[in-house]
T-cell receptor, first 114, second 109 residues
Framework: IAGITQAPTSQILAAGRRMTLRCTQD?????MYWYRQDLGLGLRLIHY???????GKGEVPDGYSVSRANTDDFPLTLASAVPSQTSVYFC?????????????FGEGSRLTVL | GQNIDQPTEMTATEGAIVQINCTYQ??????LFWYQQHAGEAPTFLSY????GLEEKGRFSSFLSRSKGYSYLLLKELQMKDSASYLC??????????FGAGTTVTVRA
């Protein structure tokens, strides 16, 4: 059982470059989320999608964009990476939208922007 | 925004009990979660409280008092594998899950 798959696992990126983090789930969950995790700050919500075709902004959306063309995929794009976007990024999903259900997380993507 | 506070670090001895407190101030309330995260790994779900009281699940229990904006996670019969970060998270009336910074628990032999 794969659950949620994220790619790449780790990436070093030059500032100003465009980068897409991929996230795919095979649980047919309606809701998907992107979080970033930084030391001392915990997990912060970047963007979310309650169902295919819809997206919404989280706590820290600036510099990021998402799309939800189908149920399974929820890519996160950094249009022009900056060093402050160095972080560990987690994709998550839940059966129910609205954060009233258990979140299932991917293994994370560690991004370093130089 | 949401404000969720929990201690940064706690240390306990194998076989002991540790209680991790979490206080929150949110706009509305639609549930409180605890997650466990081992170093370098993804968070995994531990418990969910939406009503006041104690939820017990094996060695782990979680308590909620909505009127006090307070929860705790109780870990009993500590094992070395319990060394991890424990994340308190709350869903407010915007139905978005907000996380505390996490409490790192170190279990010593």
């Amino acid at each position: 059982i794969a659950g949620i798959t994220q790619a790449p696992t780790s990436q070093i990126l030059a500032a100003g470059r465009r980068m897409t983090l991929r996230c795919t789930q095979d649980m047919r969950h309606n809701a998907m989320y992107w979080y970033r995790q930084d030391l001392g700050l915990g997990l912060r919500l970047i963007h979310y999608s309650n169902t295919a075709g819809t997206t919404g902004k989280g706590e820290v959306p600036d510099g990021y964009s998402v799309s939800r063309a189908n149920t399974d995929d929820f890519p996160l794009t950094l249009a022009s990476a900056v060093p402050s976007q160095t972080s560990v990024y987690f994709c998550a999903s839940s059966a129910a939208g609205g954060n009233t259900g258990e979140l299932f997380f991917g293994e994370g993507s560690r991004l370093t922007v130089l | 925004g949401q404000n969720i506070d929990q201690p940064t670090e706690m240390t306990a001895t194998e076989g002991a009990i540790v209680q991790i407190n979490c206080t929150y101030q949110t706009s509305g309330f639609n549930g409180l979660f605890w997650y466990q995260q081992h170093a370098g790994e993804a968070p995994t779900f531990l418990s969910y409280n939406v009503l006041d009281g104690l939820e017990e699940k094996g060695r782990f229990s979680s308590f909620l008092s909505r009127s006090k904006g307070y929860s705790y996670l109780l870990l009993k019969e500590l094992q070395m594998k319990d060394s991890a970060s424990y994340l308190c998270a709350v869903t407010g009336d915007d139905y978005k899950l907000s996380f505390g910074a996490g409490t790192t628990v170190t279990v010593r032999a």
